[in-house]
C-alpha cells in the first residue's frame, strides 16, 4: 500500500470539502479499496497505484471546479465520480456552463451525468430520444435546449406537443375543444417555460406562435421548418402517431422525442410507437439515444426510492 498526500492551498475547506466533509466522504465511497483521510487542509490518499491515480484525478477536477466556482457542492461530487465510471464522457463545459438563464437569474443546466448526454446528445444530433422514468428532468432539460436555441437565434419557433391520451382520467367530462381539454395535461411544459422566460415574453410568443403547445393530432400534415421540437409522454403514440410525427421534421429543425416507458396509458391491445421506434431506428446515423434512471431524480429523494421500489417489483412479476 502507498500514501499519497494532497495540499489544500488558498481553499476554503468548507466550500471545497463540504460540511462534515460530505464531498471527500462520498469519493472515499466510490473507492472501497482505498483509504482517504481529511485533516485540516490536507487529504492523505492510500491504496494501490491505479486508484490513487483516478482519484488524484477526481481531486484535482474537483480543485479546478473550486477555483473556477468558488464553491464544489455534493451534486458536483457525484456528477465527476459519474463521468470518471461512465467510459462515454461528455465534455466538463457541458456539466458546468448553464443551457439558459431562469426568470430569477438561476443558471439551468444539467445537474447529473446523464443530462449532460442529453445536452451533448442534442448538440450532435438533429433527432434524440431522451428515456427514463418520472423526476429524471428530461422534459425539464429539453425545454431548456428548445429556448436555449430560440434565444442564439439557430430556430424560428418552438413546437412542444404530446398524445391526447388520458392517465386514468376522462378527456370528454372536460370542458372546450381537443388543445382547452389537453391543456392542464401540458401543465408540466407551461411550468417549464415559465422558469425560463419572463410572463410578458412568454404571452408574446405565444400569441405570435414563435412558442406552439399543441395536441399531437394538431401537427398531421404539417412541415416544420427551422423549428425545435419536443414530444412529450411519447410512450403513448400510437406507431402511426410516431410516424406521423418525425415526418413532421423540416430543414434546419431538431426534434427531441422523451418517454417513459413505465407508464404507458394506451389500451392493452394497443402498440406504444415508442417502444417500436426505438427498434426501427436505434444504429441510424444522426439520432441519438439517451437513458436516463433512478440517480437522475432531481424531486423529493423519496422519488428515487419509489421508483427503485416499482423496478424491483416489476422484475419479481416479470414471466
Not at 199 to 224: C, F, H, S, V, W
Not at 228 to 252: C, H
Not at 297 to 319: E, F, G, M, Q, S
Amino acid at each position: 500500500m502507498i500514501e499519497k498526500v494532497i495540499t489544500l492551498e488558498n481553499v476554503s475547506l468548507v466550500d471545497f470539502l463540504g460540511t462534515e466533509n460530505i464531498n471527500i466522504k462520498e469519493v472515499a465511497s466510490a473507492f472501497p479499496a482505498s483509504k482517504i483521510i481529511s485533516r485540516g487542509n490536507e487529504i492523505r490518499i492510500q491504496g494501490q497505484t491505479p486508484e490513487i491515480v483516478k482519484i488524484n484525478e477526481i481531486i484535482n477536477s474537483l480543485l479546478a471546479h473550486y477555483n473556477k466556482y468558488g464553491k464544489v457542492t455534493h451534486e458536483n461530487v457525484i456528477n465527476y465520480l459519474e463521468k470518471e465510471s461512465n467510459s462515454e464522457t461528455v465534455p466538463q463545459e457541458i456539466l458546468d456552463d448553464a443551457l439558459v438563464y431562469g426568470t430569477k437569474g438561476t443558471a439551468i443546466k444539467p445537474k447529473t451525468f446523464n443530462q449532460a448526454q442529453l445536452v451533448q446528445s442534442a448538440y450532435e444530433n438533429d433527432l434524440v430520444f431522451a428515456l427514463g422514468p418520472a423526476g429524471t428532468g428530461k422534459t425539464y432539460i429539453s425545454v431548456a435546449l428548445a429556448v436555449r436555441a430560440l434565444k442564439n437565434k439557430q430556430v424560428k419557433k418552438i413546437v412542444i406537443t404530446r398524445p391526447a391520451v388520458e392517465a386514468g382520467e376522462h378527456l370528454g367530462f372536460l370542458p372546450g375543444d381537443l388543445k382547452e381539454k389537453i391543456d392542464p395535461y401540458l401543465r408540466p411544459i407551461y411550468d417549464a417555460l415559465d422558469d425560463m422566460i419572463p410572463a410578458e415574453k412568454l404571452k408574446y410568443y405565444q400569441d405570435n406562435r414563435i412558442i406552439e403547445i399543441a395536441p399531437l393530432a394538431y401537427m398531421r400534415g404539417r412541415t416544420l421548418n427551422k423549428a425545435f421540437i419536443l414530444l412529450d409522454e411519447a410512450q403513448n403514440t400510437t406507431a402511426m402517431q410516431m410516424k406521423m410525427f418525425l415526418t413532421r421534421m423540416g430543414l434546419n429543425s431538431k426534434i427531441i422525442v422523451t418517454g417513459d416507458q413505465s407508464q404507458l396509458d394506451l389500451p392493452k391491445n394497443q402498440k406504444s410507437g415508442l417502444q417500436e421506434v426505438i427498434r426501427i431506428l436505434k444504429g441510424v446515423e444522426g439520432i441519438g439515444f439517451v437513458n436516463l434512471d433512478a440517480k437522475d431524480v432531481v424531486r423529493h429523494k423519496l422519488v428515487k426510492a419509489i421508483i427503485n421500489a416499482y423496478d424491483k417489483h416489476d422484475k419479481k412479476i416479470t414471466p
